[in-house]
């Protein structure tokens, strides 16, 4: 059974470029979340998804930053016009959805803006 | 903020038991205790979990005080591949089905040949 997979596992991109990170959750998990860790820093709740409906975007900055989890594919993570401030890991996990039933993480995408 | 508290850092032999604590002393009736483990440069790895009873799996043994107000991760032979950093979660109150959960700093340990 595949665990949660992430992709692009490094990016690069430039100031003012867009940085879009995917991820495909487990097997039979329609619950997704997405959380940013800075260096020597714990992780960020940034959102949380079911198919096709953002269930709490309480930890997403306000500008530039989307996410999206469509009825078919993976969740996107969408940060538009990067700026370095940006650079950081981020890492989606998912669940089933039962209560208290715990999230799996995937490896994450290492954002770096030049 | 996160609703734990752990040391910072850790020493274990490699062999011997390693025993991490964490201190939860606002935890509500019906909160679970989560454990996960990040090794560097990975994504975390969830350990094991409970509310009230002591839970042990493939992994490493749970044991919550009965007040439930700390707990203490077991690893009962510790291998040079736990070094990591492990972090002790309490569920966000009142987050319904929102598995959102909050995380301090870890402990970091490090197991030594």
């Known amino acids: 059974n595949a665990g949660v997979m992430q992709n692009p596992r490094h990016l690069v991109r430039r100031r003012g470029q867009e940085a879009r990170l995917r991820c495909s959750p487990m097997?039979?998990?329609?619950?997704v979340y997405w959380y940013r860790q800075l260096p020597e820093e714990g992780l960020k709740f940034m959102v949380y998804?079911?198919?096709?409906?953002?269930?709490?975007e309480s930890g997403m900055p306000k500008e530039r930053f989307s996410a999206e989890f469509p009825k078919e594919g993976p969740s996107i993570l969408r940060i538009q016009q990067v700026v370095r401030g940006d650079s950081a890991a981020y890492f989606c996990?998912?669940?089933?959805?039962?209560?208290?039933?715990?999230?799996?993480f995937g490896n994450g995408t290492r954002l770096t803006v030049t | 903020d996160a609703k734990t508290t752990q040391p910072t850092s850790m020493d274990c032999a490699e062999g011997r038991a390693a025993n991490l604590p964490c201190n939860h002393s606002?935890?509500?009736?019906?909160?679970?205790v989560y454990w996960y483990r990040q090794i560097h440069s990975q994504g975390p790895q969830y350990i094991i979990h409970?509310?009230?009873?002591?839970e042990t799996n493939e992994m490493a043994s749970l044991i919550i005080t009965e007040d439930r107000k700390s707990s203490t991760l077991i690893l009962p032979h510790a291998t040079l591949r736990d070094t990591a950093v492990y972090y002790c979660?309490?569920?966000?109150?009142?987050?319904?089905?929102?598995?959102?959960?909050?995380w301090g700093l870890g402990t970091s340990l490090a197991v030594n040949p």
């Open positions: 409970g509310l009230k009873n002591n």
């Open positions: 998804l079911q198919k096709e409906n953002i269930i709490d």
């Open positions: 979660i309490v569920r966000e109150p009142n987050a319904g089905n929102n598995r959102k959960l909050i």
């Open positions: 606002t935890i509500s009736g019906n909160e679970y």
């Open positions: 097997k039979g998990h329609s619950h």
């Open positions: 996990a998912s669940s089933p959805g039962q209560y208290n039933s715990p999230l799996h």
